[in-house]
């Protein structure tokens, strides 16, 4: 029993990590079409978030609440900046974004390995020390910590989305940029608060992938291109199959890795995310418009 | 001056997600003829265009020769003889005019022709060019020409490309005055070997030009006829014409 | 009314002025350089030689396809490997197993898939024909579905990146993360005779200058046209009758064969191939160069990677730490102020075309 329960239970910790990851990519990048190849590095910018608020507040259960906030805003504010010193001049050529963001990644990661203290991790929560017992598997309650937190930004993201006239600039904007702007939308001010919210969400899942994992410089890389494809696989200006992909990948690649190995399960799940898009391809291509221009 | 070919079309349906774009249309486009393709905004127009040439997904039938164009993918309609124009004039900007009509001439040449540079000027190419009358411009970047002579430009490729059956849409909206009656011109020298279809707005031009109408509207067909007929016609005088004289049919 | 013989002239004065351009980078590739170099520098521009074949495709693939392949490591691998087997096979001797995985299991059998590779000859031609294969079904799949843009540009990479894990996780198979390395012989040459590294030197630049004529010729040639033209309007071009997908395909797999040369010939030049060589990172690197040199012209994307790998050495060596941030800036700076890369220097300090950029 529990070599059936443990794959499935890490599994969607994985996923849930993954999913505060692509929550953040299906806003910069489901609704602006942006590719951004540093969001990854904004979840190391969280995981250092998190290693700050420890030098401060010494009570670990305190800090990482404390954390929390503070990885939104720092990261955040990495994505404004970023959004208002290179994205801005960029919105026409996607393609383009995704290589400077590339440089800004590579940067990035090169600030991190230079300053973090190598090899110490943030020390863990005393509240989220113990395992829960499920069917006799010991499910470490950080684990649990890092569901309920995706489950808050996905909650939280979908409100935004829905019930707030921001919500309604977002989607406006994202339809009719001309339209919006004679209503008297500010775009550009949609643009920044989308990109600041997106790249916030990334400093959230920072926090959680600290705990769960180590904090390394590669923490990025290993998220980024797989977040992407939950995106995609999810089918873009929607959170539910963003939600499903996240938690299947999540899931089936610890299976798999049960199976095999780590580097082998990470093979296949993304040889069947590939597949699957070949086989629904939705989301991938829109080409109902009448004009070819 | 009728020939032989024609598509004929029956019950074509466009359903985009319940909203039916072209609810069972029924018409045959016949060789030698100009056909227009008249009706107000949303009356499913240019949706028909797009269903024949493989832009968007539509059931029923469409025959042409021994082919039925609603199972073909856009490039095997192009290569059985029907091509098409755009709304908004799309040539190949930073090619010449000659590049762009060279480039349509796909159906000339085997595959392994593809990988040699062109050498002077192939005798389908200068033809049309002459026929579009854009001979004087051919080695200018088609991105500065104007708005007009790029629809020319368009119809040369068609030409290029050996189209028998041509779908022209709003081709001569924006034009002036001379381009328009050039235009008319153009397509009563191209029409006696083709099967010509125009989506237009311009009643003034559909009189001059049209050898049989098409009236559509919210997605069927409202009545055919000649220009006198589809005038005289009550149910088309209150859906289009009676709103055309108020000049709200532009957009 | 136009100037039309003018302009037919200079067209005319381009393609083979590019000609000219290419005999002379021929000359001091292949001769002037072994004159002047080292067998250090030599060995080393050997090196950036290779990533200027990967290059050269990525500039066909991307610059004029518009098809941005982040995922060039995968058949820059397939070369490598290819390669890298048959030199390890060889510096094993006939019926001889890989030193490596002796050490993990002396009774091993030689795994099924490395025994055709003691063949030269099938060796080279896997360099060649396992690339066609490889991309011509990963792009039919993927352009006849329409997927371009960002997302086969993501695709792509996560396909580097797959590979990379893979080759990482099967250790006793493919040397895992220290990769192969330790190679003797060349063909039967003795790589460590300095002559015979002078001739493989001397084959990678002849390799890099056939595969500049032959995107010479493509750009030339009425593909090339079509190629462009798809690029800028990909659903227009299928209403003159030609399916996109096949005319991205053939530049996708002419590029993949580029790549997998560029890797075949690294191996024996750099002495060790591994997944650092293919994943991510270096997939960008690659794609680095030819940003740098200008994506969509003939010179750019090779002296663009001659150059990024030149200064990778040089700036490595002196800032150990500072150089990944010279290369960020790069990135940002080229991506936002140059997309076109140094190639469009010299037309945009003439000003000839600063009409049609300000139209772009």
């Known amino acids: 029993m529990e070599s059936l329960i443990a794959p499935l239970l890490n599994g969607t910790a994985d996923g849930a990590l993954l999913l505060i990851a692509a929550l953040g990519l299906a806003l910069t990048f489901g609704q602006m079409g942006v590719i951004n190849m540093a969001h990854g590095e904004f979840l190391l910018a969280g995981a250092v978030s998190a290693y700050w608020t420890q030098g401060v507040v010494s009570n670990t259960n305190i800090s990482i609440l404390l954390a929390l906030p503070v990885a939104f805003v720092f990261a955040g504010l990495l994505g404004l900046v970023l959004e208002i010193t290179v994205i801005q001049w960029m919105y026409d050529r996607p393609l383009d974004t995704l290589l400077a963001t590339v440089g800004v990644s590579l940067g990035l990661q090169q600030l991190f390995l230079q300053h ?178 | 001056m009728t020939g032989q070919n024609y598509l004929e079309v029956q019950g074509l349906t466009v359903d985009f997600d319940g909203f039916k774009a072209n609810e069972n249309v029924d018409v045959t486009f016949l060789q030698g003829r100009i056909h227009f393709l008249i009706g107000p905004n949303g009356a499913g127009k240019t949706t028909l265009v797009d269903a024949l040439t493989g832009l968007v997904h539509g059931t029923g039938y469409a025959r042409y020769g021994t082919k039925d164009l609603l199972t073909l993918k856009s490039h095997q309609i192009t290569r059985a003889g029907v091509g098409r124009t755009f709304q908004t004039a799309t040539v190949f900007e930073e090619l010449t005019v000659l590049q762009n009509l060279d480039i349509a001439g796909g159906v000339h040449r085997r595959a392994r022709g593809m990988v040699l540079a062109r050498r002077g000027v192939p005798s389908y190419v200068q033809e049309a060019m002459e026929t579009v009358g854009l001979a004087d411009h051919r080695d200018r970047p088609a991105g500065i020409l104007a708005h007009g002579q790029k629809q020319w430009l368009e119809i040369g490729m068609l030409l290029v490309q050996d189209a028998q059956v041509m779908f022209l849409d709003e081709t001569v909206a924006g034009m002036s005055h001379d381009e328009r009656e050039e235009t008319g011109a153009l397509l009563r020298r191209i029409a006696p070997t083709r099967t010509i279809v125009v989506i237009e707005h311009d009643m003034d031009f559909v009189r001059r030009y049209a050898d049989i109408v098409t009236v559509l509207h919210a997605g069927k067909v409202l009545a055919e006829g000649t220009v006198a007929e589809i005038q005289a016609n009550p149910q088309v005088q209150e859906v289009y014409l009676g709103r055309s004289t108020e000049g709200v049919e532009h957009g | 009314m136009s100037t039309t013989p003018v302009e037919r002239a200079t067209t005319f004065a381009r393609s083979w002025g590019s000609l000219v351009g290419i005999g002379v980078l021929a000359l001091l590739l292949i001769v002037v350089a072994p004159a002047v170099l080292d067998e250090f520098r030599l060995n080393n521009l050997g090196k950036y030689c290779c990533w200027a074949i990967v290059a050269v495709g990525i500039g066909l693939s991307w610059g004029r396809g518009g098809m941005l392949v982040l995922g060039q490591g995968v058949f820059f691998a397939i070369g490598a490997y290819a390669m890298a087997m048959h030199l390890t096979l060889e510096t094993a001797g006939p019926d001889g197993i890989p030193v490596f995985m002796i050490l993990y299991d002396p009774l091993a059998p030689l795994p099924g898939f490395w025994v055709p590779f003691r063949s030269p000859i099938f060796t080279l031609a896997a360099v060649v024909l396992v690339p066609i294969l490889v991309a011509s079904v990963l792009g039919f799949a993927i352009f006849k579905r329409r997927v371009k843009g960002a997302y086969f540009a993501i695709l792509s990479q996560a396909l580097a990146v797959a590979l990379a894990y893979f080759i990482g996780g099967t250790i006793k198979l493919t040397g895992g993360d220290t990769g192969l390395s330790d190679f003797k012989s060349f063909f039967g040459y003795d790589l460590a005779d300095p002559v015979n590294r002078r001739m493989i030197y001397t084959i990678t630049a002849v390799v890099l200058v056939l595969c500049m004529l032959v995107v010479w010729q493509l750009y030339r040639s009425r593909f090339g046209e079509l190629l462009v033209a798809t690029r800028d309007a990909e659903e227009r071009v299928r209403f003159l009758g030609y399916d996109p997908a096949n005319i991205k395909l053939v530049a996708f797999v002419v590029s993949a064969v580029m790549a997998s040369i560029g890797g075949a010939l690294f191996v024996p030049i750099v002495g060790i191939i591994s997944p650092k060589e293919i994943g991510a990172a270096a997939s960008i690197l690659l794609i680095a160069g030819v940003a740098l040199g200008g994506r969509a012209s003939l010179f750019g994307p090779a002296l663009g990677a001659i150059l990024l790998g030149y200064g990778r050495s040089t700036l490595s060596e002196r800032f150990e730490n500072g150089w990944i941030y010279i290369l960020a800036l790069m990135f940002i700076v080229v991506t936002l102020l140059l997309p076109d890369g140094l190639a469009s220097i010299p037309r945009r300090l003439s000003g000839v075309v600063t009409s049609r950029r300000r139209t772009a």
């Open chain 1, 116 to 293: 973090y203290p190598s090899g110490v991790p943030v020390k863990k929560p005393s509240l989220l020390d113990g395992q829960l017992d499920v069917f006799g598997y010991a499910w470490p309650l950080r684990q649990i910590f890092t569901i309920c937190l995706a489950l808050v930004c996905l909650a939280g993201l979908a409100a935004l989305l829905r019930y707030t006239t921001f919500g309604r600039r977002i989607r406006a904007t994202v339809q009719n940029r001309p339209l919006a702007e004679t209503l008297g939308i500010a775009t550009r001010s949609v643009d920044r608060l989308t990109f600041f919210i997106g790249s916030g969400l990334a400093g959230l899942g920072g926090v959680a992938a600290s705990l769960i994992g180590g904090t390394n410089s590669q923490l990025g890389t290993r998220y980024i291109i797989l977040a992407f494809l939950v995106v995609v696989a999810g089918g873009l200006g929607q959170l539910r199959g963003t939600v499903i992909a996240a938690w299947a990948v999540g899931v089936s690649t610890a299976y798999f890795a049960d199976w095999t190995t780590g580097s082998l399960a990470s093979v296949i799940t993304f040889g069947l995310v590939v597949v699957f898009l070949q086989v629904r391809p939705q989301g991938l291509f829109t080409i109902r418009t009448r004009g070819l221009a």
